[in-house]
């Protein structure tokens, strides 16, 4: 199976800045299938990035997803404070569909 | 608006089996091109993809639990169900049941925590 490594574990920042989040691979992901999600305390995931650079329907367009083959990223060009979160990769080109073990956001 | 929400006891019994119900509404689970799947997560850790239904009738396990899992639907009720047997207190966690189709996970339910414990 297809093992995601997230990076960083962690990431501080402040509101206003831009965050760059990490996913690697062990394979190539068929076709880009790649998604990222958002999750918070005591929530379910919530789909932001599907197909490795398109956003889900609702999405804002501070969050943008690109990358190719074994090494994806999502950006959040400005942080708000509602975007402090951990943050999600899988993909589902290959079965089993896999996660990678998240990043966790917060707030500097 | 699709709604999915999972049902079920929070507490099963070391070696007995873990079964879940996920009813969905706003959508017909016998319709469309979707994956209706199965997703946990322990305290703490990483999501894990349990397995899923395709609409055509197919399923799709994931390896590591492969001997112990099942997944089924039920049209007339709308629902799908998990069943996993042998359970250890390794599979406590979150249990979510989701809408996939194929192009990300974009439905999901609020999840249910199972403990397994004597």
């Known amino acids: 199976e297809i093992v995601l490594t997230q990076s960083p574990g962690t990431l501080s920042l402040s509101p206003g800045e831009r965050a760059t989040l990490s996913c690697r691979a062990s394979q190539s992901v068929a076709n880009n299938y790649l998604a990222w999600y958002q999750q918070k305390p005591g929530q379910a995931p919530r789909l932001l990035i599907y197909?490795?650079?398109r956003r889900a329907t609702g999405i804002p367009d501070r969050f943008s997803g690109s990358g190719s083959g074994t090494d994806f990223t999502l950006t959040i060009s400005r942080l708000e404070p509602e975007d402090f979160a951990v943050y999600s990769c899988q993909q589902h080109g290959s079965s089993p569909p896999t996660f990678g073990q998240g990043t966790r956001l917060e707030i500097k | 608006q699709v709604q999915l929400q999972e049902s079920g006891p929070g507490l099963v019994k070391p070696s007995q089996t873990l079964s879940l119900t996920c009813t969905v509404s706003?959508?017909?689970?016998?319709?469309?091109?979707?994956?209706w799947t199965w997703i946990r997560q322990p305290a703490g850790k990483g999501l894990e993809w349990i397995g899923h239904?395709?609409?055509?009738?197919?399923?799709n396990y994931n390896p590591s639990l492969k001997s112990r899992v099942t997944i089924s639907m039920d049209m007339s009720k709308n629902q799908f169900s998990l069943k996993l047997s042998s359970v250890t207190a390794a599979d406590t966690a979150v249990y979510y049941c989701?809408?996939?189709?194929?192009?990300?996970?974009?439905?999901w339910g609020p999840g249910t925590l199972v403990t397994v414990s004597s």
């Open positions: 197909g490795a650079s």
């Open positions: 239904f395709y609409t055509s009738g197919s399923t």
């Open positions: 706003g959508d017909f689970i016998s319709s469309g091109y979707y994956y």
């Open positions: 989701a809408r996939d189709q194929n192009m990300g996970i974009d439905y």
